[in-house]
């Protein structure tokens, strides 16, 4: 997928982003990747940085870590100093005026929150999908920080570790799977088209066979082309902008929507229904256009080539 160049994070206005360009991913110029998903919770459009391994994630985040730690040591460095200042002979009510500062004086507790909290850090492993592999297969990763240090295998890595560990070479990224498939399909449709227009201009299929290539074109056009944009544009709307439960019910197939009823809540049903949909339209979309390519091949087969050049 191409990227848009931006100057920084800041040209993305997630107000002025439409559902058609939620798909969309930017690049700054400092080379950091961004993308817009729609917050189920919220309702609302957000910007999210993308990696493309958990190690970049990982190094990414203790970088911004260790910033907010320097900061936050030459804040405390600051402070004392100037209480120090304030609390030397000969400087009227010294103490009271260290405490009287409003918004100076932060207590250990809170600076130990500030230090060690990561609610702020908005990073997102978009192209990571959680690891799917055997518990022993999984990365190891040291004991967490804080209960919201590790809340989720959403890209919310502990980031104590001193050498971050790579993520296993049996891990399946999912999205990065189907965005592979959904541009594949765009290519296919380019180059059927090619052939056909290359058979159409030799002149020797409509005047010597009886092959009628544009009601093969138009055929194709209805039987591969067409359902393979709906595939895609379906893909999209599943995974960026969902309508609810209900509605995909009535689409499913009969022993899909039995497996989607037996998932607990909401949540787990809408992921079912979008892993199995999305497998469901991209692999009949994926047997025509393997049997119409072998359609054209077969019609390539038995043309007499001198007469084809001729």
Not at 183 to 205: D, F, M, P, T, V
């Amino acid at each position: 997928m191409d990227y848009i160049p931006i100057n920084s994070i800041d040209d993305i206005d997630p107000r002025k982003i439409s559902i058609r360009d939620i798909n969309k991913r930017y690049v700054d110029r400092n080379g950091n990747r961004y993308a817009t998903r729609f917050n189920l919770e919220t309702r609302r459009v957000e910007v999210v940085q993308l990696f493309k391994n958990k190690q970049e994630a990982l190094q990414v985040r203790t970088r911004i870590l260790e910033q907010k730690k320097a900061e936050q040591k030459e804040r405390g460095s600051r402070l004392k100093g100037d209480s120090e200042v304030a609390a030397a002979p000969g400087v009227t009510g010294g103490k009271q005026a260290a405490h009287s500062m409003p918004g100076e004086d932060i207590p250990v507790n809170d600076m130990d929150d500030m230090e060690m909290g990561l609610d702020d850090l908005d990073v997102e492993m978009a192209d990571q999908s959680p690891f799917q592999g055997d518990a022993s297969e999984q990365p190891a990763s040291p004991p967490a920080i804080s209960a919201s240090a590790a809340e989720d295998d959403e890209g919310d890595f502990d980031t104590n570790a001193a050498q971050p560990v790579a993520p296993s070479q049996r891990v399946f990224i999912e999205k990065q799977f189907m965005e592979e498939k959904s541009a594949e399909l765009g290519k296919i449709k380019e180059r059927q088209q090619i052939i056909l227009n290359n058979l159409k201009s030799s002149n020797y299929w409509d005047s010597k066979t009886d092959i009628n290539l544009t009601d093969l074109e138009r055929e194709m056009d209805l039987s591969v082309w067409q359902p393979a944009d709906e595939a895609v544009n379906y893909y999209r709307e599943l995974y960026g902008y969902p309508r609810s439960v209900g509605h995909y019910m009535m689409r499913l197939l009969p022993e899909d929507k039995q497996a989607v009823e037996s998932e607990p809540d909401e949540t787990r049903r809408l992921t079912m229904i979008q892993r199995r949909e999305t497998r469901r339209t991209f692999e009949e979309i994926f047997k025509k256009i393997k049997s119409y390519t072998h359609r054209l091949m077969e019609m390539v087969k038995t043309a007499d080539t001198a007469k084809v050049r001729s």
